[in-house]
């Protein structure tokens, strides 16, 4: 249920995120089985980018729709028979040879996920007080970086022994902690659970209900193209992954025939970009409990976008792939920020019973940019090496983040200028999905 309390609900949110973490390295162990299984049977650039964009479209293109579900449907009901579905649908993509039937099943999993992404997304908000909501957006951060962080490594490993099989089978029992969370959590929202109301929290700590969250108090009636410093956050963060999501097609070619690097050490490098968002998530969330100027939040999320676009560029330059290392902690840590500003601005700005809502759109925005990255690496991959492409990438990161800098001063003027309010209390119980910004 959702609730306005002085008390957070700490089982529950530590319960939320270890089911997601544990489903987020089981996604990263199969796409990383499969990526390896493309590049190692001589599948080029195209190949891989279908993969990644059968795994990637469904999120986009169902995003009203989940968003919509997530927000009307009972969070039990919905993780409970999605996770179900999604462990047998993983079972059949380990014994699928066709490789039209593998793209199929890669593309309804990517279903489930649009829809369980919302969900779990407005769940940890509903879970703890106010003035709690950046530490559990930090847990949820951690979960998401070290299930990601085994992912990888875990599929260098298993790839290596046991060909792709193995990682797939495992992938299909780590759908089942989505029904164990949906079965367990005391917190619930959707379906027949009273609405929550959205509060802020008063000077000595307790929270008021019955405030409104987001630019003119619009309550029920948020949009997204009616929040101008929300829009200007989603569309940024989307061009610049656009501009430098190639490098989830390119980096497999790079480390393994460029670098001549081996899949063990493919997978290590991968781990080292989820390695970094450890950290990097708790430094935001220290950072943004400090923060009530949403403007602040928007400005960190351009600056750590910034930064993962420059750890793009000095890879081309690396001789080495044991270098991308260093680079790729140091993206990721801006990635980690990155998520954790992201996710409190939504929060605080978005009404409760639209927050999947809100979470699935921003979802699809950045999916939207993986997307054109997939697409464009996996073409030009075919005319170009990747190393100047890597660069080309990097660059291209750091110019969108430098034309988005002067619309967020004007976007935050403006807001200002019309007495929306910039400055608010911590988001009422409701946060957002973690999200690899730029690298996969």
Same mark, same amino acid.
């Given at each position: 249920?959702?609730?306005?309390?002085? $008390?957070?609900?700490?089982?529950? +949110?530590?319960?939320?995120?270890?089911?997601?973490?544990?489903?987020?390295?089981?996604?990263?162990?199969?796409?990383?089985?499969?990526?390896?299984?493309?590049?190692?049977?001589?599948?080029?650039?195209?190949?891989?980018?279908?993969?990644?964009?059968?795994?990637?479209?469904?999120? +986009?293109?169902?995003?009203?729709?989940?968003? $919509?579900?997530?927000?009307?449907?009972? &969070?039990?009901?919905?993780? %409970?028979?999605?996770?179900?579905?999604?462990?047998?649908?993983?079972?059949?993509?380990?014994?699928?040879?066709?490789?039209?039937?593998?793209?199929?099943?890669?593309?309804?999993?990517?279903?489930?996920?649009?829809?369980?992404?919302?969900?779990?997304?407005?769940?940890?908000?509903?879970?703890?007080?106010?003035?709690?909501?950046?530490?559990?957006?930090?847990?949820?951060?951690?979960?998401? &970086?070290?299930?990601?962080?085994?992912?990888?490594?875990?599929?260098?490993?298993?790839?290596?022994?046991?060909?792709?099989? %193995?990682?797939?089978?495992?992938?299909?029992?780590?759908?089942?902690?989505?029904?164990?969370?949906?079965?367990?959590?005391? =917190?619930?929202?959707?379906?027949?659970?009273?609405?929550?109301?959205?509060?802020? =929290?008063?000077?000595?700590?307790?929270?008021?209900?019955?405030?409104?969250?987001?630019? $003119?108090?619009?309550?029920?009636?948020?949009?997204?193209?009616?929040?101008?410093?929300?829009?200007?956050?989603?569309?940024?963060?989307?061009?610049?992954?656009?501009?430098?999501?190639?490098?989830?097609?390119?980096?497999?070619?790079?480390?393994?025939?460029?670098?001549?690097?081996?899949?063990?050490?493919?997978?290590?490098?991968?781990?080292?970009?989820?390695?970094?968002?450890?950290?990097?998530?708790?430094?935001?969330?220290?950072?943004?409990?400090?923060?009530?100027?949403?403007?602040?939040?928007?400005?960190? +999320?351009?600056?750590?976008?910034?930064?993962?676009?420059?750890?793009?560029?000095?890879?081309?330059?690396?001789?080495?792939?044991?270098?991308?290392?260093?680079?790729?902690?140091?993206?990721?840590?801006?990635?980690?920020?990155?998520?954790?500003?992201?996710?409190?601005?939504?929060?605080?700005?978005?009404?409760?019973?639209?927050?999947?809502?809100?979470?699935? &759109?921003?979802?699809?925005?950045?999916?939207?940019?993986?997307?054109?990255?997939?697409?464009?690496?996996?073409?030009?991959?075919?005319?170009?090496?990747?190393?100047?492409?890597?660069?080309?990438?990097?660059?291209?990161?750091?110019?969108?983040?430098?034309?988005?800098?002067?619309?967020?001063?004007?976007?935050?003027?403006?807001?200002?200028?019309?007495?929306?309010?910039?400055?608010?209390?911590?988001?009422?119980?409701?946060?957002?999905?973690?999200?690899?910004?730029?690298?996969?």
């Amino acid at each position: 249920m959702s609730f306005t309390t002085d $008390r957070s609900r700490w089982p529950d +949110v530590w319960l939320a995120a270890t089911a997601r973490g544990v489903t987020i390295c089981g996604d990263f162990l199969a796409a990383t089985a499969l990526a390896l299984a493309l590049q190692g049977a001589g599948a080029g650039g195209l190949a891989v980018s279908g993969l990644l964009l059968a795994a990637t479209l469904p999120l +986009v293109v169902l995003a009203p729709l989940a968003g $919509r579900l997530a927000d009307r449907v009972d &969070s039990r009901t919905l993780l %409970v028979t999605v996770g179900l579905a999604q462990a047998a649908i993983c079972a059949l993509l380990a014994v699928a040879g066709d490789p039209v039937v593998v793209v199929a099943l890669v593309a309804l999993l990517a279903c489930g996920l649009a829809l369980t992404q919302p969900c779990l997304a407005a769940l940890i908000p509903a879970m703890v007080r106010p003035a709690d909501l950046p530490r559990a957006s930090a847990i949820s951060q951690t979960a998401v &970086s070290l299930g990601a962080l085994g992912g990888p490594v875990l599929a260098g490993l298993l790839v290596g022994q046991f060909g792709t099989r %193995v990682p797939l089978l495992v992938d299909a029992v780590t759908y089942l902690a989505l029904v164990v969370a949906g079965l367990a959590l005391r =917190t619930r929202r959707g379906g027949r659970q009273p609405a929550a109301v959205d509060s802020r =929290t008063r000077p000595d700590g307790r929270v008021e209900a019955g405030s409104q969250v987001g630019p $003119r108090g619009t309550g029920a009636q948020w949009r997204l193209r009616r929040d101008p410093l929300m829009l200007v956050m989603v569309v940024s963060t989307a061009v610049v992954i656009a501009a430098i999501g190639g490098i989830n097609v390119i980096e497999v070619f790079f480390i393994r025939e460029t670098l001549h690097g081996s899949a063990t050490t493919y997978g290590l490098v991968s781990a080292a970009w989820m390695a970094g968002m450890l950290p990097g998530g708790w430094i935001a969330a220290r950072l943004a409990r400090r923060l009530d100027d949403e403007g602040a939040l928007v400005r960190g +999320v351009l600056a750590t976008l910034a930064v993962c676009s420059l750890m793009v560029l000095l890879a081309a330059f690396v001789p080495v792939a044991g270098l991308l290392v260093p680079l790729w902690l140091v993206g990721g840590a801006a990635n980690g920020g990155d998520n954790v500003f992201a996710n409190l601005l939504t929060a605080r700005r978005v009404p409760e019973g639209m927050r999947a809502r809100a979470y699935a &759109s921003y979802g699809a925005a950045v999916q939207g940019g993986s997307m054109a990255g997939f697409l464009a690496g996996g073409a030009l991959l075919s005319v170009v090496p990747s190393r100047p492409l890597i660069a080309g990438a990097g660059v291209a990161g750091l110019l969108v983040v430098l034309a988005f800098v002067p619309v967020v001063t004007r976007t935050v003027r403006r807001e200002r200028m019309r007495g929306w309010p910039l400055r608010a209390g911590p988001p009422s119980p409701a946060g957002t999905p973690g999200i690899r910004s730029g690298h996969g």
